[in-house]
C-alpha cells in the first residue's frame, strides 16, 4: 500500500534531538561520541553516519593527523569499513536535508537508504521512500540505477561487493 504522505513531525521527536546533538559536536568529542553508539539501537547508524558526516565537512580528521577519512576509520574503527561509512554518510545526510520523519525510515535499512540518496529529491522523496519500503535491496538497486542518466551511472553503485543491476538474477 502507497502511502500518501509521509508522517507529519510532531513536537519535539527523537530524531530533532540527535541531529542537534550531532551538529553541535566539538572536534574533541565526536571520536568519542562514535565510539558510544551502540550496535543494537535502532538509531545507531544514524548515529555513526552523523558523526561521520561532521567529522568529513569539517575535515577534523585532518586534524588528528589523517589523509583520509578511510585511514582514520582503519585505526580508530576497523570494524567499520569505508563503503559501510560513506553509505552511512549518505543516509545521513540525506534523513537531514529532507527532513524526512524517523517513524518513515527506522526499518528500511542503511544500505537501501544509502541507494536511494543519490536519486531522491524533495519532489520524489515519497515515491523514493515506498520504493525502499517495498523493493528488495537488488530491485531497489536496479531501480535507482536504471533511474540514473547514462553519464551518471557509477560502477560504485556496488560498492558492496554486488553484481551490477544487470548482472543480478531476480
Known amino acids: 500500500a502507497t ?5 507529519v513531525k510532531s513536537g519535539i521527536d527523537q530524531l530533532a534531538i540527535e541531529i542537534n546533538l550531532i551538529e553541535n559536536l566539538a572536534a574533541a ?3 568519542e561520541y562514535m565510539n558510544k ?21 569539517n575535515g577534523w580528521y585532518k586534524d588528528q593527523g589523517y589523509k583520509t577519512i578511510k585511514e582514520f576509520l582503519e585505526e580508530n ?22 527532513d524526512l520523519d524517523w517513524d518513515d525510515v527506522k526499518d528500511i535499512g542503511w544500505t537501501k537508504l544509502a541507494r536511494v540518496a543519490r536519486v531522491i529529491d524533495e519532489d520524489t ?6 520504493k525502499a519500503k517495498n523493493l528488495s535491496k537488488a530491485e531497489l ?30
Not at 3 to 7: D, G, H, V, Y
Not at 80 to 93: D, Q, S, W
Not at 144 to 170: A, C, I, N
Open 77 to 98: 574503527f576497523p570494524a567499520i569499513m569505508y563503503t559501510k561509512a560513506r553509505g552511512l554518510v549518505k543516509m545521513y545526510e540525506m534523513i537531514v536535508s529532507l
Open 3 to 7: 502511502t500518501e504522505k509521509l508522517m
Open 141 to 170: 538497486i536496479k531501480a535507482v540505477y536504471d533511474s540514473l542518466k547514462p553519464e551518471t551511472k557509477p560502477v560504485d553503485m556496488v560498492d558492496e561487493g554486488e553484481t551490477l543491476p544487470e548482472q543480478t538474477s531476480m
Open 29 to 31: 568529542n565526536v571520536v
Open 37 to 57: 553508539v551502540e550496535d543494537d539501537e535502532s538509531l545507531a547508524e544514524f548515529r555513526m553516519g552523523g558523526a561521520l558526516s561532521v567529522m568529513l565537512n
Open 125 to 130: 522523496k515519497i515515491f523514493w521512500i515506498e
